[in-house]
């Protein structure tokens, strides 16, 4: 591509992505789709176009989903594409990508209320595979899915479908990339379907890209080499004939399964894909939106298993804030003539309400009671004597030096070696 082509492809991105949030807002009462940072985007000239591509794209999808024009079971595949194209996308506090979501979970529970083995041809034939991989891309385990194991019948489809999967190993691929994603077996006679013949594809690239994502799971490695070699030679000679749902499937399999020495073939494709979404309205369908923005994130199916879940995260030891002693002293020299002192051992971050509440559970000869107000908590009582303000008695908090406090006990944040008194007083 010249450089004045590219340039004027720029334009044309950049327009789309500043009016992405403006069409959006005239579209659906929902926000946007999150945007990627900007800084990033102008790494080069690729990553830029693709990150707009990946927004333009997204607001297509979204519209119409707004619009009504998802057909049935298709939620997943949008998820597929938009969750893999930006792990931020999944907010639960944004509306717009919570309703898609729960829409998701709506179609497969119900499914369930007729039929909790997914019998129907429509799920058993590779759909629910991506109903499973789309939970898992959004950190909900498939196999608790509202009580339900969603593996179980998926693992039963394997010999349910068999038949079927004989001459349609595209649908098969799905099956085995949602169960490897999960870590469960596929079995032997599976596993004989998936690698039979290598380097013959009856549904050509398209199948070819599936069984290699599926192959590269599983670590079969002659049915892998001889599907990248199919996928290689065709793009090398036939490139132009295909559609942009082959060819994002090319770009997800070529970079899942690592094939060295195809950038320039995936450069290409990637460039055929960011045009076809700036030209058309192809993102509107939620099964190029999984081919698609996958492709452009430089993602593929196979990263569902790569999802790093807050449950599952690794969390580092936290560092115990450094120890503080404070002093408290009590003196009430109006009703019970006492004075009775402390010394409470806190945490540097501390406040005093915190340091008194320690100090409560420490003591059985302290207590306290106190209210929220504008000025901060205050204390009402200690040790069973109530301020009476109709009295003009209240309990005054003192620094060391006798001075009164200006914050409340919520607000102040003593030091190592401070010291407080709580005095029963007139005003």
């Known amino acids: 591509m010249d450089g004045f082509n590219l340039f004027l492809i720029a334009l044309h991105v950049i327009g789309g992505v500043a009016a992405f949030g403006n069409r ?3 579209n659906t009462k929902h926000r946007a789709v999150p945007f990627y940072n900007r800084r990033h985007s102008y790494y080069n ?10 927004q333009t794209g997204s607001y297509q999808l979204l519209r119409a989903r707004s619009e009504g024009e998802w057909a049935p079971r298709t939620n997943a595949e949008a998820i597929l594409g938009l969750t893999l194209a ?50 898992q891309l959004i950190c909900q385990n498939p196999s608790k899915f509202y009580r339900n194991n969603l593996l179980r019948p998926l693992a039963g489809h394997l010999k349910l479908s068999e038949p079927t999967f004989r001459n349609n190993r595209f649908a098969l691929s799905w099956i085995v990339i949602a169960l490897c994603n999960n870590n469960k077996p596929i ?7 998936l690698t039979d013949h290598p380097g013959e594809y009856k549904f050509g690239v398209d199948e070819a890209s599936m069984i290699l994502m599926a192959t590269t799971c599983l670590k079969e490695l002659e049915a892998k080499t001889a599907a990248e070699e199919f996928i290689v030679n065709e793009m090398k000679v036939n490139m132009s004939q295909y559609n942009e749902f082959t060819k994002g499937l090319v770009v997800q399999a070529l970079t899942a399964a690592k094939t060295e020495k195809v950038d320039d073939i995936i450069d290409m ?21 999984s081919h698609v923005l996958p492709a452009l994130a430089k993602k593929s199916f196979l990263d569902a298993s790569k999802v790093v879940c807050p449950s599952e995260a690794e969390i580092l030891p936290s560092k115990e804030a450094p120890k503080i002693i404070v002093g408290i002293q009590v003196v009430d020299d109006l009703i019970r ?26 003591s059985k000869r302290f207590r306290f009671k106190s209210t929220q107000t504008s000025f901060g908590r205050s204390i009402n009582s200690i040790n069973g004597i109530e301020q009476d303000i109709g009295n003009k008695m209240f309990w005054r908090i003192e620094d060391r030096k006798g001075t009164p406090l200006s914050t409340g006990l919520s607000r102040t944040k003593p030091k190592d070696g401070d010291s407080f008194t709580l005095r029963l007083t007139k005003f």
Do not use: C, H
């Open 187 to 193: 079995g032997n006679s599976s596993l004989a379907i």
């Open 337 to 362: 003539n006492k004075t009775n002192s402390w010394n409470v051992t806190t945490t540097q971050e501390s406040d005093l309400y915190t340091t008194l509440q320690i100090l409560a559970k420490k």
């Open 24 to 26: 959006a807002s005239a």
């Open 269 to 289: 494709l990637r460039s055929d894909l960011r045009q076809a979404i700036l030209s058309t309205t192809l993102l509107e369908l939620p099964g190029a939106a």
């Open 45 to 54: 000239n690729k990553q830029y176009l693709d990150l707009a591509a990946i």
């Open 86 to 135: 930006n792990k931020r996308w999944y907010q639960k506090d944004n509306a717009a990508t919570y309703i898609s979501i729960k829409a998701m979970e709506v179609e497969i529970l119900a499914q369930i209320t007729v039929d909790k083995r997914f019998k129907d041809k429509k799920w058993a034939e590779g759909k629910l595979a991506q109903y499973v991989t789309a939970l």
